[in-house]
């Protein structure tokens, strides 16, 4: 089962931990806090009549712990073996770092669906996702008793309707909640047991809190410290100061007038050819599919999902947009922060995009509601966005 390669996300000491199996948290005391109030992302699972053995990956359904602490993720670290209790202590004796948690991550098919996964343990792993997801205290324990939670994004445009069953490796799952975990590419999150059922590997992902830490130096004394061939992307990144500053565009910074035309022309030539999740071209896109791939034909390299194109140049007024412009919306409840849809300016009010499942790539009006901003594309910015 291949292995997931998560998208590094850009712009984006205490020296003695505790290594649990499934979480390590820095010996720190922690001050408990009122069970968190449910939200509408998730529901409690009704007692109902299971399908056959078969037909459903076998689960412990362990109680699910309160939340207590939340950790802000810097890094998520993938290897190609299993860490050990020696490759867990050697991070977490680097300068800087609060909190690990390891998890188990691999690419599934799901509902015909290439899906990145991680396998988790719900009472530790819910303290380093957002505030909103990690508070929904259904959505952990249906995590917890066999259920897969989805990205909003696959959820909502990719079609994988909330307490619906659907195919898997292993028999059918049911999509208990919608939740974005703000880990780079990662769509679909179920517990430990669940991810044994679906034979992804063990133990071969690690979260990393380091919220005090240059993210970037981090990175690369992580990559030092583990095995040839980890991959480290950055999360939530804290970056010195002087990289963080407003960033000058000189003349030729952005994109010519012909290959504003070409990305234009390309995506218009795609106008009626349906939506698909996690599709890249040339007959079938989703929304940053769909940017990437007509940017492609204007020569100009583009990252693949929404969060990493918000970074591909800076930000300008949507009074000041002009055709070639990228729109981006934050509509996603599990994650406020989270980009969630992107669309090309058209001009003249309009845009093109591909929507969501059961619709196409069409032009229609720019709406407003939930718009984040407006990017106008730097070439050289984008290359460098991983």
């Not at 599934?108 to 909103?132: C, E, H, M, W």
């Not at 106008?271 to 007509?294: I, K, N």
């Not at 020569?299 to 930000?315: E, L, S, Y």
């Not at 509509?331 to 009010?349: F, L, Q, R």
Request: charged content about 15%; hydrophobic content about 40%.
């Amino acid at each position: 089962m291949p292995f997931i390669v998560v998208a590094l996300v850009a712009v984006l000491t205490a020296d003695v931990l505790l290594l649990a199996r499934s979480g390590v948290e820095a010996r720190q005391p922690v001050r408990a806090q009122a069970t968190p109030k449910q939200t509408l992302m998730a529901q409690q699972r009704r007692q109902q009549q299971q399908p056959p053995a078969q037909q459903q990956p076998a689960t412990a359904n362990q109680p699910v712990a309160p939340l207590k602490k939340l950790h802000k993720p810097n890094l998520f670290v993938l290897t190609r073996k299993p860490f050990t209790n020696e490759l867990l202590q050697k991070v977490a004796k680097l300068r800087g770092v609060r909190a690990l948690e390891l998890a188990d991550a691999a690419s599934i098919t799901l509902d015909g669906k290439r899906v990145q996964t991680l396998a988790v343990n719900p009472s530790t792993f819910r303290s380093y996702t957002p505030k909103v997801t990690a508070s929904s205290d259904p959505l952990w324990q249906n995590v917890a008793a066999g259920d897969v939670a989805v990205s909003f994004v696959l959820g909502n445009d990719g079609g994988l309707v909330l307490h619906r069953r659907v195919a898997s490796p292993a028999g059918t799952l049911r999509i208990g909640a919608y939740a974005t975990t703000g880990f780079g590419a990662v769509d679909a999150v179920v517990s430990k047991d669940v991810g044994r059922s679906l034979g992804l590997p063990h133990d071969n992902a690690l979260i990393v809190s380091a919220p005090d830490t240059n993210s970037d130096a981090l990175r690369k004394a992580i990559l030092k410290a583990l095995p040839k061939g980890t991959q480290v992307a950055m999360v939530n990144p804290v970056l010195p100061q002087p990289q963080t500053r407003t960033r000058s565009w000189p003349a030729g910074s952005f994109m010519s007038a012909d290959q504003i035309t070409v990305a234009l022309k390309a995506a218009a030539s795609k106008l009626g050819r349906p939506y698909v999740w996690g599709a890249e071209g040339p007959d079938t896109f989703d929304c940053s599919g769909l940017v990437q791939w007509a940017f492609a034909q204007a020569g100009v390299r583009m990252p693949r999902v929404t969060h990493q194109q918000w970074v591909t140049g800076p930000q300008v007024p949507l009074s000041q947009a002009q055709p070639g412009d990228l729109l981006f919306w934050r509509s996603d409840p599990t994650n406020p922060d989270y980009i969630s849809h992107v669309a090309i300016y058209w001009g003249n009010g309009k845009m093109i995009q591909a929507p969501r499942t059961g619709d196409v790539v069409k032009i229609s009006p720019v709406h407003t509601r939930n718009l984040a901003g407006v990017v106008r594309v730097s070439p050289v910015a984008a290359s460098k966005v991983r």
